[in-house]
Structure formats: structure tokens, C-alpha cells
């Protein structure tokens, strides 16, 4: 069993910043594809941001420019960089991850909102 955990959410205005982290803490074999979704009210799921355990990295389309995806292999964790936020980035941001190419796992999400 993998646990996922999300922080580094909160309140921020239009065009700051935040930084939000992943920590899968577990039964980890490998730790494969890890992903970045959020959920707005209302709204389907959305991938946000991919990054494959070498590193390569890829973004939605309303993200890229502004969102970085990173990991760090030997703490199994993975860090979202997000600028210049807009409002429509508001919502629950979750994790996933694919554990030793098979298993795959969810953390509970933080919530970002991104108001003035």
C-alpha cells in the first residue's frame, strides 16, 4: 500500500504563486508515472501536469508556460511549481501515482484558490 500526500495549497491573488508537493510514503517498489489533476466545482477532473520517472515532463495546454512538474526519485516525491496564477486554476489538486507499473494511487488533494 502507497500513501500519497498533497501540500503547499492555499489563498493566493492573481499572478503570485504557489509551490505544491507530493510525498508518497509506503510499500514503494517504483515509483513510476506521477500526475497533478485538479477538481474545480462543477467541473470535470482535469490533467493538469505528467512527469515520467526519467523526467519527462508534459502539461495541459492552460498551464504550460506558467506550471512546472518536478520530482525528486529519492524522496518519492513530486512538486508542482505553479506562477502566475489565474482564477480559473482555483480548485482541489491531487495526486497519482503508478506504483511498480501496475497499482495505481490518489492522495486527498489541497485546495488552491486564487481570488483577489
Known amino acids: 500500500q502507497v500513501r500519497l500526500v498533497e501540500s503547499g495549497g492555499g489563498l493566493v491573488q492573481p499572478g503570485g504563486s504557489l509551490n505544491l508537493s507530493c510525498a508518497a510514503s509506503?510499500?514503494?517498489?517504483?515509483?513510476?508515472?506521477m500526475r497533478w489533476y485538479r477538481q474545480a466545482p462543477g467541473k470535470q477532473r482535469e490533467l493538469v501536469a505528467t512527469?515520467?520517472?526519467?523526467?519527462?515532463?508534459d502539461y495541459a495546454d492552460s498551464v504550460k508556460g506558467r506550471f512546472t512538474i518536478s520530482r525528486d526519485n529519492a524522496k518519492n516525491t513530486v512538486y508542482l511549481q505553479m506562477n502566475n496564477l489565474k482564477p480559473e486554476d482555483t480548485g482541489v489538486y491531487l495526486c497519482?501515482?503508478?506504483?511498480?507499473?501496475?497499482?495505481?494511487?490518489w492522495g486527498q488533494g489541497t485546495q488552491v484558490t486564487v481570488s483577489s
Open positions: 512527469i515520467s520517472h526519467a523526467g519527462s515532463a
Open positions: 509506503g510499500d514503494i517498489v517504483y515509483l513510476g508515472t
Open positions: 497519482y501515482a503508478i506504483e511498480n507499473y501496475l497499482l495505481t494511487y
